[in-house]
Each structure stands twice: as structure tokens, then as C-alpha cells.
T-cell receptor
Framework: DAKTTQPPSMDCAEGRAANLPCNHS???????VYWYRQIHSQGPQYIIH???NNETNEMASLIITEDRKSSTLILPHATLRDTAVYYC????????????FGTGTRLQVTL | EAGVAQSPRYKIIEKRQSVAFWCNPI?????LYWYQQILGQGPKLLIQ????????DSQLPKDRFSAERLKGVDSTLKIQPAKLEDSAVYLC??????????????FGPGTRLTVT
């Protein structure tokens, strides 16, 4: 799996959009970008994934650059409950292979 | 839909003792994973099962760790004997089998192991 680079921490005011960046410059053509988050004392939770088109679901939006070397996870209206560690992971498409976690970005949402 | 269940949630043991963790995946999920998460790090895969067969156990310390998934449903992870460096959260996850759709992994709450 390709390596990803994320900032170690970010802050966001409640109600504002949280934009979490991820670099994956060595991503292969058959690899998806996945995002998970881990709230304190819980297991990781799936958020969203994409290949090359932008994706949106009820939790977040995923913007992938045209060259696929980076992506941004957007939480449109962050709440205190979004405080968590966010992991960006690349993974071969069409497999149930393992997730290779880095150290992620610790997002702190404040009042 | 019930999530991934794990027990116990917490366990404290002395070094050289043995311990076992149990996982019940989401119904219908053929793939089961055990991850180890040391404080301050992301989870690391220990072993992956497809039904009751092992797909990947390359990161499992086989001299002390063992895992089984009898009948392709529940799974147990055992450590014998435990070392201080085994102190971590042990996470179980499950997903659909290849060819059955997308492959998001659903995680249980984890078991926090402290070895003293």
C-alpha cells in the first residue's frame, strides 16, 4: 500500500468546515483513498472512500485532486463530537485487504 | 444491525500469564481482522481470516500469539505468555468477502490489555 502523509493535528471551531488534507504522491492507479476516524476509546469508524471522482455522503465529502496525489476530507459543519483522530489510507481496489494505518490527524473541535 | 462485539473490554494481567480475547463479527461478514493498537500509534494488522482460513498472519508473533476462527464466525486471539510490550488495545474488525460489494471494515470497541 502507498504511504500517506497527514498533519499531526488541526483545530476547528464548532460549526465551521473542517478540511483535513492528505498526501499520497505514490498512489497507484488501482488504489482507492479511504478515510476512517477514531474517537477516543472507540474503534475506528469508516467515513468515506473514493478512486478519482469527488464523493459525498451523510458524514463528509472527499475531494481528490486530478493527479490523485492528494485529497481533502471535508466535514461541512464540525461539531464537538467530530473531535477524533482521522486516518487517510490508500488501499488496492476490489480487495478485502488490510488497512495500513499511519498516525493520522488529531482534529480538535472547539467552541 | 448489530455491530462487532468484543470481550472483555479491559484486562489486566501480569507478565508471563496468558490471556484470550473474543470477537463476534457482523452477521454475514466472511472476513475478520485482528489489529493491535499501541498507545499513540495507528492500528496494525495481526491476522486476517477469510471464513475460517488465514489470509494474512505475517505480522503475528507466532511464538506467543495464536488465533482461530472455528466455523467461520466467532474468533479468539490468545497471548501466551504475555510480555510488557503486549500492552495495547486489541481491535477486531469484519467486512464482506471479496466479490460481495464494497470492503469497508467495521470495528469493535476493542479490548484494552495492560501487562504489569
Amino acid at each position: 500500500d502507498a504511504k500517506t502523509t497527514q498533519p499531526p493535528s488541526m483545530d476547528c471551531a464548532e460549526g465551521r468546515a473542517a478540511n483535513l488534507p492528505c498526501n499520497h504522491s505514490t498512489i497507484s492507479g488501482n488504489e482507492y483513498v479511504y478515510w476512517y476516524r477514531q474517537i477516543h476509546s472507540q474503534g475506528p469508524q469508516y467515513i468515506i472512500h473514493g478512486l478519482k471522482n469527488n464523493e459525498t455522503n451523510e458524514m463528509a465529502s472527499l475531494i481528490i485532486t486530478e493527479d490523485r496525489k492528494s485529497s481533502t476530507l471535508i466535514l461541512p459543519h464540525a461539531t464537538l463530537r467530530d473531535t477524533a483522530v482521522y486516518y487517510c489510507i490508500v488501499r488496492v481496489a476490489g480487495t478485502a485487504s488490510k488497512l495500513t494505518f499511519g498516525t493520522g490527524t488529531r482534529l480538535q473541535v472547539t467552541l | 444491525e448489530a455491530g462487532v462485539a468484543q470481550s472483555p473490554r479491559y484486562k489486566i494481567i501480569e507478565k508471563r500469564q496468558s490471556v484470550a480475547f473474543w470477537c463476534n463479527p457482523i452477521s454475514g461478514h466472511a472476513t475478520l481482522y485482528w489489529y493491535q493498537q499501541i498507545l499513540g500509534q495507528g492500528p496494525k494488522l495481526l491476522i486476517q481470516f477469510q471464513n475460517n482460513g488465514v489470509v494474512d498472519d505475517s505480522q503475528l508473533p507466532k511464538d506467543r500469539f495464536s488465533a482461530e476462527r472455528l466455523k467461520g464466525v466467532d474468533s479468539t486471539l490468545k497471548i501466551q505468555p504475555a510480555k510488557l510490550e503486549d500492552s495495547a488495545v486489541y481491535l477486531c474488525a469484519s467486512s464482506l468477502a471479496p466479490g460481495q460489494g464494497t470492503y469497508e471494515q467495521y470495528f469493535g470497541p476493542g479490548t484494552r490489555l495492560t501487562v504489569t
